[in-house]
C-alpha cells in the first residue's frame, strides 16, 4: 500500500467514524439522526426562532451527508475525494468539527469543556488533514507521471 493510498484509508475511517458517531449519539438519545434535528428546527421556526439557527442546521446537515459521501470516496481511494475534502474545509472550521474525529470522541470522553482546548485541536486537525492531502496530491501526480513515461 503506498503513502497515498494509506492517507486516504485513514481520512475514509475518520469520516466514517464521525458518521456512524453521530448517528450512535442520536439513536441512544432515542432520536432518529438528522429527522428529529430537522423537527425540532422547525419546531424552534415555529416559536419566533432565529434565521441563524436554520442556517446551522441545513450546514450541519449538508456537511453530515458529505461526511457520508468522502468516507465513501476516500475509501474507494477516488481522487474525487480531495475535492470533497476542500468542500467540507470550511464547514468544519465553522461548526467546529474536526477532521480527526477521535479528537471529538476523546474530548467528550473526558469532558474537555475549555473552548480554547477545542478550537486548539480543530486547527490541530485541519492542519494535518490539509498538509497530509497536500502530499498525498502530491504523491498521485508523480505516481501519474512515472506511469506516463
Known sequence: MNFRNKI?????????????????????RGHIPLVDDYLRYQQLAADGGSWI????FYLHALLLLSLIATAALFLKQSPLAI???WFQLPLRLLLIVPSISVFTLLAHHFS????????????ISEGVKV????????SGRKARRLSAR
Open 131 to 138: 498538509y497530509s492531502l497536500y502530499l498525498a496530491s502530491a
Open 112 to 123: 474537555l469543556e475549555p473552548p480554547l482546548l477545542n478550537l486548539l485541536l480543530l486547527l
Open 8 to 28: 486516504f484509508l485513514f481520512w475514509g475511517v475518520m469520516d466514517a467514524i464521525a458518521v456512524s458517531s453521530f448517528v450512535q449519539v442520536s439513536l441512544l
Open 83 to 85: 475535492r470533497f475534502a
Open 53 to 56: 439557527g436554520g442556517l446551522f
